[in-house]
């Protein structure tokens, strides 16, 4: 089974997940990291490293978050070309450059206090 992101993610996008993904299955979805289904190896690096615990196993995910399966898998089904997340630190740098991807994102999705 494959691991998704939930919506802890919404409004935090903290990226500490990508840095220790081997295989580099993270993506850039308008509100929250998405998981390509195909590329994920099942892991589990990124669980620990999640700090708003928004990564599930697909087959353990919270009933209240089951819809986040196909939100993490439709994305990637005919052909999508979504942009690979960048790492943290990269991530963290663009916030503070107006009009950047990263400074964009948090001027739609608040962070979360």
Not at 18 to 31: A, H, Q, R
Not at 62 to 72: G, L, R, S, T, V
Not at 87 to 102: F, V
Request: proline share 11%.
């Amino acid at each position: 089974m494959t691991y998704i992101v939930a919506e802890p993610c919404i409004g935090v996008k903290d990226h500490a997940c990508v840095d220790v993904c081997p295989v580099e299955c993270f993506y850039e979805g308008e509100d929250m990291l998405l998981i390509h289904p195909e590329e994920c190896i099942d892991c589990g690096a990124c669980v620990p490293e999640c700090p708003v615990a928004a990564i599930f196993e697909e087959s353990d995910t919270p009933e209240k978050w089951k819809d986040y399966i196909a939100k993490n898998a439709d994305p990637f089904k005919g052909g999508a070309n979504l942009p690979k997340s960048p790492t943290r630190e990269k991530w963290e740098h663009e916030k503070a450059q107006e009009g950047s991807p990263a400074s964009l994102y948090y001027q739609k999705y608040p962070p979360k206090a």
